[in-house]
């Protein structure tokens, strides 16, 4: 879908003012002892609005809160605050409820070895969420969809009947997709799906993503650190840091120039093939998330920053065709 | 002592190797028989370069690396194959000696370093205790030396964190001290596998960078072994591409990667979505690498390979070409460039 339709289409997953908070008020021990409760804000206020047919990386290192965003997207976890929203109906009341949207998002995780049975053959995997969603309930009927969805992810029919074990890395993701597949989901909310993949096998993996997206119409929210996949896959970039979004536009503005320092850093973080980086690796690691710096979290690890960046948290503003949250984005380069 | 068969596909400018593996073979011990895991491979490793062994998954690279330091254990079996270290041949040594060799003369450096780090005794005591098994210092002098160690890796605070247990450090700081404790014993050799997988990009940045100039500056003879091609072209001075247990091609890291020569360097290289370089699709491989006891005949990459012929299917390659740049390959890419 071009980037002009999608901009006009209503979106299909809302998200706002989401939050995560882990880590309980303190036990009796830690209150004699004074201790103060460790709370950390996972996801502390994110905004995304993602439409049909449309690919929106999330980006960010370890411990950024992409995969708690994911995963609340889902349905997988509740926000602490915040709603989450799939054609304009809440999550909570289509869980509630059993509405039919139940079906319209899926999830794709990053190790398919995990997220299948191992004492399952993948046929039966496969078929799961359409019995438990009432969609193909007989048995002739879903074994047909299954071969369907086994040769639309490049298996054979034959292989239903094998065990997780049985099939490659590559493989046994083509199962999971095939299974995030059989009840026709507008939305695929894909958690690193190609990390723990090879090179070679991961090539055929996103192109075959391209290619179901472009038949079935597809939006996928893609979590992923691995900025070469972003710009392969993405039409809309958000980056994360320490639970909030830093940046957020197109992929071709945001890969020309980015306009927050922390985006900047991934970039230039990334071992390049064709030239030996010069000049020095970037600096410092991720604060503790339960006592973040005041003010930007980036800060203690920016070459830009200055004493007003521990003063106040910077809001997402519009800058260059895209938002960042810096004091200082009309002057990153 | 018989004379070490030069390699042909070395520039031999650098000085002699301090470490040289010729015909390396490693078979999977199987009820009535051996599977091939690691078949003929052979580097030389120099004081000051780094070499990258790189390939996917099952290639063969940590069991080459593990033959040489001797951690192979049953059913993996080196059976054949001559390591040398200096003049010495290390690759008949007994479990004792070897372990006596690791850590003094040749170091190593894993993926995970939580693993290689005792939970249980501060950063400090682990420090001190290799320092002494594989040095004369001890007391004071020892804990300053573990202390100067801590600052070389780039630790902050040195002092105080001597005092610390492993995870009070952050991931990137914990493969820090392993490079300390691999430093300690003061070693010529250093293989490191797979080193900065576990890390973010950040910090995997970080981590290459300390671990080039450490190699460089102190004239370690490196293996840095990887399935990360961005890696091997930050961080190596040469390359060793593998392929079901073989070394398909090899040269300097700049040429191997700008004008790779094997068909699979190539398109393993094309096959890396890289920034501002978008595609339609990414250039795909076809299938996946051949199971051990499941390899084509002759070349093994020949069923997957756009350029084979009948030649390839009937023997296995050598490796083959400009000396300073040889491919295991019947028809290398040499009419054009990857770009």
């Known amino acids: ?333 | 002592m018989t004379e070490l068969k030069p390699l042909t596909h070395q520039e031999d400018s650098d000085g002699p190797p301090i470490l040289s593996v010729r015909g390396l073979q490693v078979d999977l011990r199987v009820p009535g028989g051996w599977l091939p895991i690691v078949s003929d491979v052979s580097f030389d490793l120099r004081a000051g370069e780094i070499l990258g062994i790189v390939g996917e998954s099952g290639a063969g690279k940590s069991m080459s690396g593990n033959a040489v330091t001797g951690l192979l254990r049953e059913p993996l079996v080196r059976r054949a194959g001559e390591v040398r270290l200096g003049e010495t041949r290390i690759d008949g040594l007994g479990d004792r000696r070897m372990a006596d060799i690791r850590g003094r003369r040749i170091a190593m450096i894993f993926q995970d370093p939580l693993t290689a780090l005792n939970p249980v005794f501060t950063v400090g005591d682990q420090l001190v205790e290799t320092i002494r098994r594989h040095t004369a210092l001890r007391g004071a002098a020892a804990r300053d030396r573990a202390r100067e160690l801590l600052h070389q890796v780039g630790i902050p605070a040195a002092e105080d964190r001597l005092d610390q247990y492993p995870h009070e450090y952050s991931g990137g700081m914990r493969q820090r001290v392993v490079i300390a404790l691999a430093l300690a014993g003061e070693p010529e050799v250093l293989f490191a596998d797979e080193p900065t997988t576990a890390l973010d990009v950040s910090i995997q940045a970080q981590i290459i960078a300390l671990f080039k100039r450490l190699c460089h500056e102190k004239r370690l003879a490196a293996a840095l072994v990887t399935h990360d091609m961005g890696v091997i072209a930050q961080a190596t001075d040469r390359v060793a591409v593998m392929y079901a247990g073989r070394i398909v091609e090899t040269g300097r890291t700049a040429d191997v990667l700008a004008r790779p020569r094997h068909p699979y360097t190539r398109a393993l290289m094309r096959s890396i979505p890289r920034i501002g370089e978008r595609h339609e699709r990414l250039p795909q491989l076809q299938g996946s690498m051949p199971r051990p006891g499941a390899l084509p005949d002759g070349c093994a990459f020949s069923d997957r390979c756009d350029r084979a012929t009948a030649q390839c299917s009937r023997a296995v390659p050598e490796l083959t070409g400009p000396a300073a740049h040889p491919a295991a390959c019947f028809h290398p890419c040499d009419e054009e460039a990857v770009q």
């Open chain 1, 1 to 333: 879908m071009t980037e002009v339709t999608a901009q006009r289409a209503e979106p299909i997953l809302e998200v706002a003012g989401l939050r995560r908070t882990y880590g309980d008020a303190p036990g009796m021990l830690a209150r004699m002892l004074r201790q103060p409760a460790r709370r950390v804000r996972a996801v502390d206020g994110v905004d995304l609005r993602l439409r049909p047919g449309e690919t929106m990386a999330l980006v960010g290192e370890s411990g950024c809160g992409k995969s708690t965003v994911a995963r609340c997207v889902a349905g997988l976890e509740s926000p602490s605050a915040g709603t989450v929203r799939y054609s304009g109906e809440t999550m909570e009341r289509i869980a509630r409820r059993a509405l039919p949207a139940r079906k319209d998002v899926q999830m794709v995780f990053q190790d398919p070895y995990s997220s299948l049975n191992p004492r399952w053959p993948v046929g039966r995997s496969i078929a799961e969420p359409m019995q438990v969603l009432g969609l193909e309930t007989g048995r002739d009927a879903a074994q047909a969809r299954v071969a369907e969805l086994l040769s639309q992810v490049g298996l054979a029919p034959e292989d239903a009947e094998k065990f997780p074990h049985q099939f490659s890395g590559g493989q046994r993701q083509r199962v999971a997709i095939a299974r995030a597949l059989s009840t026709r989901p507008k939305v695929i909310i894909c958690d690193e799906p190609t990390s723990a993949l090879d090179v070679s096998v991961q090539a055929q993996i996103l192109n075959m993503m391209k290619d179901l997206q472009e038949e079935y119409g597809l939006a996928y929210l893609f979590i992923t650190h691995d900025l070469g996949v972003v710009d392969h896959m993405a039409d809309r970039v958000a980056i994360m840091y320490l639970g909030r979004i830093v940046e957020i536009g197109s992929r071709e503005a945001i890969f020309a120039r980015p306009r927050h320092p922390y985006t900047r850093m991934l970039m230039d973080a990334v071992p390049r093939l064709d030239e030996v980086t010069a000049g020095a690796p970037p600096l410092g690691e991720l604060p503790d998330p339960a006592n973040p710096p005041s003010g930007c979290a980036f800060r203690t690890r920016c070459p830009w920053a200055i004493a007003a960046c521990a003063e106040t948290v910077p809001p997402l503003e519009e800058v260059d065709g895209r938002r960042a949250a810096c004091l200082r984005s009309g002057e990153v380069a």
